[in-house]
C-alpha cells in the first residue's frame, strides 16, 4: 500500500469551535473547551463535568484523570489558532469563486493604482502581452485550479483531437505509476475519470460536449472542480515520487523532508501550495507545458523593470518545444502565494 | 454523496477480499449505514497496549474521500494522542494532512503505529502526555497497562465479544 501508516502528530486540533477571545483567564477557556467538546460525546454528562469542574478552585488538586482542563494541551491551543487561521482563510476564500470571471487586465491595475511604482510599471509592460486576467479562489488550489480551467480552455477554443489523445496516453501512463507506486486503484481512479470525462466533453460533437459556460459552471462546482484538483495531485505526486532522484534537490529546498515525506505532506492532501516542484512534476507527467510570468517587486534595474517568466518544458517531450508551446500553453500569472489565469494579445 | 458512497462500497468490496491479510486490523461495515464503520485493532507489541483488542469507531462525512472519516477509540486507552473521554485522536492525517490516497484500513495502521510512537508534545491526554515528558516512562506504561487490562482486554468469565 502507498500509504504506509506513518504516524505523526501535529500539533494542531481542528474540529473544535472553541472562539476564545483574547484574555479569558485559566477557568474560562477551560470550560469553553470542555462544552466546545465534539458532539459525538454524548457518554458524558457535560453539565456535570461542569460543576465538578467549578467547584474546584484549583485543578491541579485533581491531576490524574482530570484532563478536561485543557489550558496545559498544546494540540488545544494550536488546534485553535489553526482553526482561526483557516476560518479566516474561508471567509477571504468565500469571496471569490473557485474560478473568476475574464477580467481586462485593467482591473489588475486598478488594485495596485495606490500601490509600489515598480508593480505598477511592470503591470503595464504586461499588458503589451497580456490582454485578460481570471481570477483563482486563495484556497492553496489556485495553481492545479488555474490550470484546470487553463488547459481545458485552450482544447475547447483550439478543438485539438490530437493534443486529447496524447495527453489520455500520458494520464495511462501516470495510471501506471501509481499502480507500480502501490497506490490502489480505488484511491485515484474516480479522480482520473472525472477528469478524463472533462477533457472529452470539452471536445465538440458528441451528446456529452459542452460549451465555455458550461465548462465554467462545472469548474466552479465542488464536486467536479475538486475531483479534477485532486486528479493532478495523484498526477503530480506520482510523477515526483516515479522520479525522486531528480526531484530530491529541490524537495531539499524547500524542506527537510524526504521526498516521500513531501508528497504526503505538501503535495497530496488538499489546499496545500504549489511551487516550482509541483509544477514541474505536472507539467512533465502530462506533457502540458506551463508559462508562468513573475509579478512581482524584484527588480534588477528600477529604472526600467521587465516582466520575468518562466516556461515549463515538459522533459519528455518528443515534437520539438517550439512547437509545442505555441499549441498549448497554460499560462498562468504569479504574484507570491498566488496563481491566476493570464489571457495572451 | 453519491461519489462517497461509490468509493466507500470498493474500499467495502477491498476489505471483504483482503480479509485476514492484516491480521492486526479488522473493519467492520455497518449493516445499513455505509457511512458507519468500526474497526477492531490489536494493541501494538512491545507497548502497554500488547494483548488489548481496541474498538475505533468511524463516522464518514458525505464528502469522503476530499475529507478525512471521523475516528475515534471507544475503547479506554491512556495515550498521549488520544483524549481520555471522549476518545478523540490527534493524528494529522486525520485533519490537515489527509489525502484521498488514505483509506480505512491505512487509517487503521497509522492509529497503530501512533500507538508505538506516542507523540507527547501535542498531547490530548495531558496526564499521559505529561508523564512521559517528564521522562517517568515507567509510570507511562503502569498507567497505560492497566487502563489496557481494564478496557480491552477480555475479563475472565465474561463474553469474550471482543476477540479478533
Not at chain 1, 175 to 184: E, I, S, V
Not at chain 1, 318 to 332: I, M, Q
Not at chain 2, 125 to 145: E, F, I, K, Q, T
Request: hydrophobic share 35%; charged share 25%; with cysteine.
Amino acid at each position: 500500500m502507498a500509504a504506509e501508516a506513518e504516524a505523526s502528530v501535529r500539533k494542531r486540533k481542528a474540529g473544535e469551535d472553541a472562539d476564545h477571545g483574547s484574555g479569558v483567564d485559566v477557568h474560562v477557556e477551560a470550560v469553553d473547551s470542555a462544552t466546545a467538546e465534539p458532539p459525538s460525546t454524548e457518554e458524558i454528562p457535560k453539565s456535570s463535568d461542569d460543576t465538578a469542574f467549578n467547584s474546584n478552585p484549583n485543578p491541579s488538586e485533581s491531576f490524574l484523570f482530570e484532563d478536561d482542563y485543557g489550558y496545559s494541551c498544546s494540540c488545544v491551543d494550536d488546534g485553535d489558532i489553526m482553526k482561526q487561521y483557516t476560518d479566516i482563510r474561508a471567509v477571504e476564500a468565500a469571496k471569490i469563486p473557485y474560478l473568476g470571471d475574464k477580467e481586462p487586465l485593467s482591473s489588475l491595475a486598478a488594485e495596485f493604482q495606490s500601490g509600489s511604482p515598480i508593480l505598477q510599471e511592470k503591470i503595464k509592460l504586461l499588458g503589451e502581452q497580456y490582454a485578460a486576467i481570471r481570477r483563482t479562489r486563495g484556497d492553496g488550489n489556485c495553481f492545479y485550479r488555474g490550470f484546470m480551467y487553463s488547459y481545458l480552455e485552450h482544447i475547447l477554443d483550439a478543438q485539438d483531437k490530437a493534443e486529447v489523445d496524447r495527453v489520455l496516453s500520458n494520464i495511462e501512463q501516470c495510471r501506471k505509476t501509481l499502480q507500480f507506486l502501490g497506490y490502489a486503484d480505488f484511491t485515484f481512479e474516480d479522480f482520473f475519470s472525472i477528469f478524463i470525462e472533462q477533457l472529452e466533453s470539452v471536445l465538440q460533437g458528441s451528446e456529452t460536449s459542452i460549451s465555455h459556460e458550461e465548462l465554467l459552471k462545472r469548474s466552479r462546482d465542488q464536486s467536479i472542480s475538486d475531483y479534477v484538483v485532486m486528479f493532478f495531485r495523484f498526477v503530480t505526486a506520482g510523477e515526483i515520487r516515479r522520479r525522486a532522484e531528480f526531484f530530491e534537490p529541490f524537495v531539499a529546498g524547500l524542506s527537510n523532508m524526504s521526498v516521500n515525506q513531501f508528497v504526503k505532506a505538501s503535495v497530496e492532501p488538499m489546499g496545500e501550495e504549489s511551487d516550482h516542484v509541483h509544477i514541474i512534476a505536472l507539467s512533465d507527467a502530462l506533457g502540458v507545458p506551463i508559462r508562468v510570468v513573475y509579478l512581482d517587486r524584484s527588480s534588477c534595474d528600477s529604472s526600467s523593470p521587465t516582466i520575468n517568466h518562466h516556461d515549463f518544458i515538459p522533459s519528455s517531450s518528443s515534437s520539438s518545444a517550439s512547437d509545442h508551446l505555441t499549441k498549448s500553453r497554460v499560462t498562468l500569472l504569479y504574484r507570491p502565494g498566488h496563481y491566476d489565469i493570464l489571457y495572451p494579445n | 454523496m453519491q461519489a462517497s458512497r461509490a468509493r466507500l462500497f470498493k474500499e467495502y468490496k477491498e476489505v471483504q477480499r483482503e480479509k485476514g491479510v492484516d491480521p492486526d486490523i479488522q473493519l467492520i461495515c455497518d449493516d445499513s449505514n455505509i457511512f458507519k464503520w468500526t474497526a477492531l485493532i490489536k494493541g501494538p507489541s512491545e507497548t502497554p497496549y500488547e494483548g488489548g483488542v481496541f474498538q475505533l469507531a468511524f463516522a464518514i462525512p458525505e464528502q469522503y474521500p476530499l475529507l478525512p472519516p471521523q475516528v475515534r477509540f471507544l475503547t479506554k486507552i491512556f495515550h498521549p494522542n488520544v483524549h481520555f473521554k471522549t476518545g478523540e485522536i490527534c493524528l494529522d492525517i486525520l485533519k490537515n494532512a489527509w489525502s484521498p490516497a488514505w483509506t480505512l484500513q491505512s487509517v487503521c495502521r497509522a492509529i497503530i503505529a501512533l500507538m508505538s510512537h506516542p507523540e507527547p508534545d501535542s498531547p490530548l491526554n495531558c496526564d499521559s502526555g505529561n508523564l512521559l515528558r517528564s521522562g517517568d516512562v515507567r509510570g507511562y506504561r503502569s498507567m497505560a497497562r492497566m487502563y489496557t487490562k481494564l478496557a480491552a482486554m477480555p475479563k475472565k468469565g465474561a463474553e469474550s465479544s471482543h476477540t479478533l
